[in-house]
């Protein structure tokens, strides 16, 4: 890992950046794990809680966890997947199949959930791109294989068809609440638990991003074949995107079921829930660190506000919603972090006419 | 070194190459000439496991590589620069050339050799946080020579190197040619510059409608009279 950043940083310009990666680092989750608090300070009568309860703050963190995941693989590789319910649901499942049906800690049956994803995702991607699947074409393919599962899982008596699971109590599997049974009586430890979640893959996706594995998955983000005739192994290099990227999000699937008291297939392995686990890359700009979650504290609280604001007339939430993300998706394809950046742009341009009119 | 024997190929039902043979030996400088549509460029990619031939066989150093995938190929040490360059317009000069460096060999050396390319194209080294699509067409070329280098290739191919470059640059070009041949790299390379590229060869093929015509030393061509008039417009 360091060997490419020391390689890198031999030939850079000395700009300072040295340490940055690690102040943004700390100064983001620091900042999230301040959240809980933050949200209920009182400011002239009126606190954020009021509109933003910790319940959102869960759902928004999960989401931006998520994103992270999907990220790894779409973001990076450049092969958009649109059918990542698929592992998201294989997580959950298998952890509530195997707690409830075998008692299995949630823990175990989380990481059986990962590696079942993973394998799931090998499948996937072994098929699509032995057939040189790609774009549209690919996305497609994803969605199918999601879509298989759900209705696999749905006509499966053997795992509870339609009606799913529901979380059974610690005590169904010899445990206490707390940290180990992955089931806490309020929601502030459940807070911290999908934080520490969001850190650890944000770290892998750091590490990644500044190795010799991701800068072959850019080179084949930017040009497959160009990649190919270099020497890159892209049909490798694209297996272990997907299977890196399937295995986290199995855990946010783990983390779901949960969190949330039943789980079924009309539910996790959803249609719209192949939208939501990607949408808050795409917003925040996909392929980077902080766009996923950046992305998922604008769509997730939009999408909640907007669901509670406008219940009276059916379906004007998700108009409005839908139109919010059109507008973003249309006017900044590289996503809300780009904003600065093009901000300055536009000012040194601006300031720089000014110079040359004087 | 590299021999091509009855090779056909082509895209799907299209056959470009009716049964090509050529050979390049250690050490040598060959060019391969023709107008456009002959097929020198799908000879150059059916070498590189681009294209997969339907017929005939592809020797490297007495071993079949026609039916390997190009980045097996790439390990053996045949490295191509493309004809439309190839580059990652979006990532940093230094970026494009670490992605040069694939075999074992290279990987180990990816750092010194690093370098040494700074080094023999200085204008790559005042450049190289910059994105490549932001350089200009003769230090692009120059990238992709260099990130091609970075392969420690035995066999360098190249299609078209002075396509689109001003003329000084040309010269720069074939100057970076003959010195790393100069250093016991064994070349061969599609030109459109034919006078230029015979005068650097050792041997040269003349290639029309998916065959080889003729084949004869390099000085040899440029004296041939059907040559000069074909292919250098006097």
Known sequence: MSAIESVRDRYRTFDDGRYAPLVKGVALFGLLAALPTLIEIDVAGMELAATLSLRMLILTVIYAYTA??????????????????????????????LVVDFAVNPWIGMLVGGVLAAVYGLVIGALSFRFNLQGHYFALATLAFAELLRFVVTNMSELHGANGYFKPFPRDYGAEYGLAAFQFQSDLPYYYLIVGFLLVVTLVSWVIKNSWVGLYFFAIREDERAAASVGVPSFRYKLIGVAVSAFFTALGGAYWSMYFNTIRPDTVFALFKNVELLLPAVVGGPGTLLGPIVGSFIVTPVSEIARTTFSDINGLDRIIYGAFLVAIVIYSPRGVVSWPSQARALWNRVRGDEEVSE | MLELRGVRAGYDDIEVLHGVDMRVDEGEIVALIGSNGAGKTTTMRTICGILSPSHGEITYRDEAIHSKASHEIVERGIVQVPENRDLFTNMT???????????????????????????????????????????????????????ALMGEPDLLILDEPSIGLAPHLVQEVFDVIEDIHAQGMTVLMVEQNVQQTLKLADRGYVMENGRISMTADGDQLLEDEGVVEAYLGV
Do not use: C
């Open chain 2, 93 to 147: 000069v230094i970026d494009n050339l670490l992605l040069g460096a694939q075999t074992e060999e290279a990987k180990a050396n990816r750092e010194e050799n690093l370098g040494e390319m700074l080094e023999l194209f200085p204008r790559l080294a005042e450049r190289k946080n910059q994105r490549a699509g932001t350089m200009s067409g003769g230090e692009q070329q120059m990238l992709t020579l260099a990130r």
């Open chain 1, 68 to 97: 992270q995941a999907w990220n790894i693989m779409s973001g990076y590789t450049g092969q958009f997947s649109f059918g990542h319910a698929a592992f998201f649901g294989v997580g959950a499942y298998a952890t509530q199949a």
